[in-house]
Structures are given as C-alpha cells and as structure tokens.
C-alpha cells in the first residue's frame, strides 16, 4: 500500500495528574516524540484544569502538539471531552457520576464533543472462560447527539476483539471511531491512536475533524492480526 500522509494523534493520555501512577509530565511528551506521534491529548481524571501544567510543556515540544481534554465520569461510563476552553468548562462534572447526556450537551454547546472511552463489556461463560465475548456498552446506545466513540483503547488490548467489536458498532451506527491509549506510565503512549487526514493545530481543528468522520482508529498491534480486523477499522500500519 502506498503511504499516505497521516497526522497520528494520541487521543487519550494521562499524567501523574491523574494521582493514579508518577508518571511525569516531560516523560510522557518524550515518549510521544519517540513513537513519532504527531500529537497528544492529555486526557486526566475528572478536572480539565490538572492538566494546565502541559501548557507550560508546550513550548518544549518542538514538533508535537499537546492538547488537553478531559475524563469524566457518567452514568454512562466514562466519557472524554475535547475541545472546550478551561474558561468556559470551569472543571464542571468532577468529582460526581455525571448524566452522559448532559456532558454531551454540555461539551456541544462550549464548541467541544464528548466520547465514550472503552464503551465495552465482557461477558464470560464461567469465571475461566479465556475468549469472552465482548460487546458495546448497551449504555451508550440511547445516548443522543453521539458524534464518535472510542473504539481503540490501548489500555483494553488484553481483550483483542474489543476494536473489532467496537468498529463494527461505530461502523452500524455510522459514526466515526477514535483511538487512544489511556496511557497512564510513558511507555504505554501510542498503544492506540487516531490517524487524521489532515495536520491538526487547535482544538478547534481537532473538532472540526471528528465531526466530519476524518478520523480512523488504530492501535500499535493491528498487524499482529490484521486478518481479522474489517475495512473501517483498519487504513494504515504506520508505526
Ligand atoms: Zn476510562
Ligand atoms: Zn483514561
């Protein structure tokens, strides 16, 4: 297959910020430059504001670019918003379970767009059973409004149908499908990502893009199997 360029952006990644590892800040922008991501999207627990110290992190950078979103909790699982300014989120939704749909509205209505992350479910046959099925999460299913779900999640891989199972889900839908590692240590950034057609530079970009269904979604170890993954999920292997 011929290369096409692509922008690969990391959609989902977490600092020590996320008080869940020690994982510093200027390790995990190194360890994006290393994998050759073109960018990265801080992504901490609960607060768009844990992340502001990436902002001083910009500067030294170079070639990446380091955008900042956030996790929240809903009663939907959790949901990543992107896009929306610190001034105009004002840490809304921390430190509660959150209506999806209102973070949906909410994220639409400040010019941003909230995705489910990891909208999956096993289900075993017994406690032992080494190939469970997995299936979306029937939660997000009445959601309104849905512009994208995370269907690559780096973190998730232990279950390797799950962006099988979640690209077919996306694919019925017809909605646009992202990938991100929810790295929580460096060297798990870029486990999963997100390839765009086109360089991103602000979050208005970034939306922009999403909205539009540019975006496709990958993970690091698509070729380990790449026969059994469908046409919408896979484009390109080029990391
Ligand atoms: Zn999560
Ligand atoms: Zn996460």
């Not at 269904?213 to 990958?218: A, C, L, M, R, S």
Request: hydrophobic letters at 40%.
């Amino acid at each position: 297959m011929a290369k096409r360029q692509v922008f690969r952006i990391d959609m989902h990644v977490h600092s020590m910020y996320s008080g869940e590892t020690p994982a510093e800040p200027r390790d995990i922008i190194e360890a994006a430059k290393e994998k050759g991501l073109d960018a990265i999207v801080i992504t901490e627990h609960e607060r768009l504001s844990l992340s502001l110290p990436f902002e001083d992190l910009k500067k030294t950078a170079g070639r990446l670019q380091i955008f900042r979103g956030v996790e929240l909790s809903t009663d939907a699982g959790h949901m990543l918003v992107y896009g929306v300014r610190d001034e105009d989120w004002k840490d809304w939704g921390a430190g509660r379970l959150n209506s999806a749909q209102e973070v949906i509205e909410r994220a639409a209505r400040l010019g941003g767009v909230a995705v489910p992350a990891h909208p999956y479910v096993v289900r075993k046959k017994d406690p032992f059973d080494t190939e469970p099925a997995v299936l979306v999460d029937d939660r997000i299913t009445s959601l309104s409004g849905l512009k994208a779900i995370e269907v690559c999640n780096g973190k998730h891989s232990k279950y390797p149908g799950v962006c099988e199972a979640l690209g077919k889900y996306a694919a019925s839908v017809r909605l646009p499908g992202i990938g991100g590692s929810d790295a929580h240590m460096p060297e798990d950034v870029g486990r999963a990502y997100t390839s765009f057609k086109v360089p991103i530079y602000t979050d208005r970009d970034l939306v922009r893009e999403i909205l539009r269904g540019n975006v496709v979604p990958q993970t690091d170890s698509l070729r380990l199997f790449p026969a059994r993954i469908s046409a919408f999920v896979i484009c390109e292997i080029s990391m």
